[in-house]
């Protein structure tokens, strides 16, 4: 009775303010129970909203919800060129599995941060709950009493908990730039294809397209490699692999004899080189 009290109240105070309460965690903590925080969905990714308290820093904020500052910066890009300020708000990239269930084994209230979503246009109960979050329907309703099975926009819902020790890196799949998941997904269709096609390496000097046409995309110019097929390439000084799209071959002329592959600049600094010209190992797939 008395936790959905609570809960009551703090659903009340989240509607009226329409946005987290204030500052979330201060000086010594990121994140504290009594704090409540915003979760959306941008570039199909589960973000909290995290507002910046006196004595708060990237690089502890980076730390606190397990991630690169480099992923951090990605999804804020305003704040590649100024510091954030008090009260300027960040969008934090979580897991799912980091969003701990409404009753979650060894459960305390001081252990937890409250997390809310706004209803969007057009979502449905099922929609949020199953397909988002992986929250039964059931257990969406019972802890969200004033809400029914017909959600309307800009309705809140209590999603779960937020640990206020913050998101170990090992519940993470990838660590680094958001793009090494990408690059997984690309091995994958890369191993898949292997099985009815020959794979071909090749050695030598890789070069940057040096363009912003490229984006942050994962893509590479080959002489051998079909256009549109996937190629891996390894910095056998790092032992980093990753994987890219080929899309088109290496103007004649264009670069140093010698050059194998074309990078764009995110693959090469996914690669951790450290000069224009680098040494690469490559792997391709020809029919």
Known sequence: MYKHFLLAAM???????????????????????????????????????H??????????????????LEELLYYNEAFKERLPGVLDTLLIPVPR????????????????????????????????????????????????????ASLQPDQVLFIGWMSTRGIPDSIRQFTGHPLWGKSHRLRTQYMKSRKTMTESSQQGYGACIHTEATGDELVVLHNEAEINSIIALKNPLNNRILFARVIGPIPPGTYPPGTIVVASDTVARMLAVKDQRFFVRTKYLLL
């Open 51 to 68: 507002v910046m308290a006196p004595g708060q820093t990237l690089f502890g904020l980076s730390r606190f919800y397990g991630l690169e």
């Open 11 to 49: 659903l009340v105070l989240y509607m009226e303010s329409g946005a987290p309460l204030a500052q979330t965690g201060n000086r010594d903590q990121y994140l504290t129970f009594q704090d409540s925080l915003e979760i959306l969905r941008e570039r199909d990714r589960l973000h909290l909203r």
């Open 97 to 148: 599995k980091a969003l701990l269930p409404y009753r979650y084994p060894d459960y305390a209230r001081w252990k937890g941060a409250p997390v809310f979503y706004k209803v969007r246009k057009g979502e449905t109960l099922y929609q949020i709950s199953r397909r988002m979050f992986g929250i039964p329907v059931d257990s969406v309703l019972h802890y969200n009493p004033h809400v029914t």
